[in-house]
């Protein structure tokens, strides 16, 4: 079985710094598309001032589409950023879990030497 690597402290942190927004953003458009989907009356206009209200109504329905959309790409805008941030945080942590690995050979391989240096005096 495969373990996953243990997040750094810089990656719970960025997380943590960004799921306020993430999820402020996400609640905003979980109630955007509730309200768009409320289902209306199909009613067709008889006058002149029906079909004005009809189509102030269609506008007024096809604007809040449009910021919808809007909050759906700043929503996917700001998963994509807090990918990024942790894409970065997991090649440092990377980095420095090679550099520890490293140290942990050569003092390994120091420990041997002395060892057998000393079992050869």
């Known amino acids: 079985m495969d373990k996953k690597p243990a997040m750094g402290f810089?990656?719970?942190n960025t997380i943590l710094n960004t799921a306020p927004l993430i999820i402020q953003g996400a609640t905003?458009?979980?109630k955007l598309i509730k309200d768009?989907?409320?289902p209306e009356t199909e009613d067709i206009p008889a006058t002149v001032e029906g079909l004005k209200d009809e189509m102030l109504r269609i506008n007024k329905r096809l604007d809040e589409n449009y910021e919808s959309d809007i909050q759906q790409i700043n929503l996917i805008e700001e998963l994509a950023r807090q990918n990024e941030l942790l894409a970065t945080s997991l090649k440092k942590?990377?980095?420095q879990l090679n550099m520890i690995t490293l140290i942990a050979?050569?003092?390994l391989l120091v420990g041997i030497v002395v060892f057998l240096?000393?079992?050869n005096v």
């Open 10 to 12: 810089s990656t719970l």
């Open 28 to 30: 905003r458009l979980i």
């Open 36 to 38: 768009r989907d409320k």
């Open 93 to 95: 942590t990377n980095k």
């Open 105 to 107: 050979l050569i003092s």
């Open 117 to 119: 240096r000393m079992l």
